[in-house]
């Protein structure tokens, strides 16, 4: 809904959108408690916002018109008499718009998130803060800014043109991607809330499909990784809150569907020469998701992360290599490539190296997995590592 | 830490490495290059393909000399290392030397900005 009463009144008025908004829901929960819920909710919500955005026009132009040529402001307001369109193809039209907005490299990439969950997933200010794991003021301060910004900066609310959405594109995906992997890792015990985030993503990712431009290899491949991760989220929580390895996840918990859908725009992420980190990493999770353990399963995981360590480096990237490196050719010549990670703040790093140490039956792994268990800062992360050392 | 190129060279000319040596070796570059990928120390590598063409002063294009030389260049690498030991010590185990080639490890020389603004004192 902010996506479309903005395509109306710019990006310049974000702050009273969002309050014509906000009031539009307001008079839904006051109605719809006396008079019990509409047949239509979504299309009452839609006429109030369109009757409020039609007065916030005409008492603009009465001020316009009477009052502002007496004082000499800088201050514009908008200034297009029209109603907003709410059918199916303005409301996505208007969301890629905004999404693009949003998406703008002028503004910190946590900002960026933050804003399309609150613009554009209608996210509270608190459930923000949770989902990153901070407060509410710091949100609204990263909130405010980021809108400054885009104000200053002048960001139009149109689908960039030509090359130039390609390069936008890459920060979109990137953004879209981050979001999901907030819900995924997020450490919040919150489990709803990171699911709506890796939803949320999911749903940001298929909007852009919608569109011939932006419905590219890159973005399917994007939309296939997720879907494979979301498959699993089932299967690896635990009752307790905790998460469940994969190792020791009950495969029929995996998600058929989700895994089928992946499969699907996997295959559409293939028409084209292009190999971004995406392709790569939606081909390692699906191979996750293969439940028979085929014999090649690990090498192939192995060869796919030594691709994607050569165009995409992250001390993450490097542990799991060298994971599948244990997995396809065993613990010895894992432990040899290890070695020269010198992640020494990393506590998975001493995990793995405890691993390993341990699948030689070398009493290091115990000094290794102590280390990592005082590098560990989550309870959960705390509680793997005290079950790994006790089972020694 | 600085770049260094490592520079491959394999045999040339009637001992070029088979298709059958190829089959075997070239899935190797990869494990090794992700190696020095996982330290955070790989810039970029390309390879060559064999053949080519020379073209000599007198403007005169040959199909390359690679029947009279007993070495080709095969392709490079750039890696990021502390110093030129740090950097034979990432050449370790490279594929190359499974098919007798060789690795030339070489800093990068200075660049003209760079020797203009040690002239002038800067």
Redesign the interface.
């Known amino acids: 809904m902010v996506a479309v009463i903005s395509n109306l009144f710019g990006l310049q008025h974000l702050d009273l959108t969002e309050d014509i908004v906000s009031e539009a829901f307001l008079q839904a929960a006051e109605s719809w408690s006396i008079k019990g819920m509409p047949d239509n909710p979504t299309a009452w919500l839609y006429s109030v916002a369109k009757h409020l955005t039609s007065h916030y026009f005409k008492r603009h132009k009465t001020f316009s018109r009477k009052i502002v040529p007496a004082l000499i402001t800088g201050q514009e307001g908008p200034a297009l008499p029209q109603d907003p369109d709410f059918s199916d193809g303005n409301i996505m039209d208007s969301q890629l718009k905004m999404l693009f907005a949003i998406c703008n490299p002028a503004i910190i990439s946590e900002a960026q998130i933050g804003l399309a969950l609150r613009i554009l997933c209608g996210f509270g200010i608190d459930e923000i803060a949770e989902a990153f794991l901070t407060n509410k003021e710091t949100i609204n301060k990263r909130l405010f800014r980021a809108k400054e910004k885009l104000r200053k900066e002048n960001v139009l609310l149109e689908m960039p043109r030509g090359p130039e959405i390609n390069n936008r594109l890459d920060n979109v995906l990137h953004i879209i991607y981050l979001l999901f992997n907030e819900g995924y890792y997020s450490t919040t015990k919150n489990e709803t809330l990171r699911k709506d985030l890796c939803v949320e993503a999911l749903h940001l990712g298929v909007l852009l499909t919608g569109l011939e431009t932006t419905n590219l290899p890159q973005t399917n491949a994007l939309i296939a990784l997720m879907c494979f991760h979301a498959s699993r989220f089932r299967a690896r929580q635990g009752g307790d809150s905790s998460l469940i390895l994969y190792e020791d996840q009950d495969k029929d918990l995996w998600d058929d569907e989700l895994i089928n859908k992946g499969e699907y725009f996997l295959a559409l992420s293939a028409r084209g020469p292009e190999m971004t980190s995406y392709h790569l990493e939606a081909r390692i999770a699906w191979w996750h998701c293969q439940k028979n353990d085929p014999p090649e399963k690990w090498g192939k995981i192995?060869?796919l992360?030594?691709?994607l360590?050569?165009i995409n480096?992250s001390?993450s990237?490097?542990l799991n290599?060298?994971y599948a490196l244990f997995k396809a050719k065993g613990a010895k010549p894992a432990l040899i490539?290890a070695m020269?990670?010198?992640l020494d703040n990393n506590h998975f790093y001493f995990t793995l190296l405890g691993e390993l140490y341990k699948n030689i039956g070398d009493k290091n792994a115990k000094a290794c997995f102590e280390k990592a268990y005082a590098l560990a800062t989550t309870h959960n992360d705390k509680e793997i590592l005290m079950r790994k050392i006790s089972g020694l | 830490m600085e770049e260094f190129a490592l520079v491959f060279r394999h045999l040339a000319g009637d001992n070029l490495p088979t298709p059958e040596q190829l089959k075997v070796n070239l899935p190797l570059w990869d494990d090794w290059a992700a190696g020095i990928a996982a330290q955070g120390k790989f810039v970029t590598t390309r390879r060559l393909a064999f053949g080519g063409k020379v073209l000599k002063a007198s403007g005169v294009v040959t199909d390359g000399p690679f029947v009279e030389v007993k070495e080709q260049l095969g392709g490079f690498m750039i890696v990021r290392a502390e110093n030129i030991d740090e950097a034979i010590t990432l050449a370790h185990g490279c594929p190359i030397f499974d098919i007798g080639g060789t690795v030339e490890v070489r800093p990068f020389a200075a660049t003209n900005q760079a020797i203009l603004a040690m002239e002038n004192g800067e």
């Open positions: 192995l060869q992360y030594n691709q360590l050569l480096y001390p990237v490097a290599r060298t490539e020269k990670l010198k």
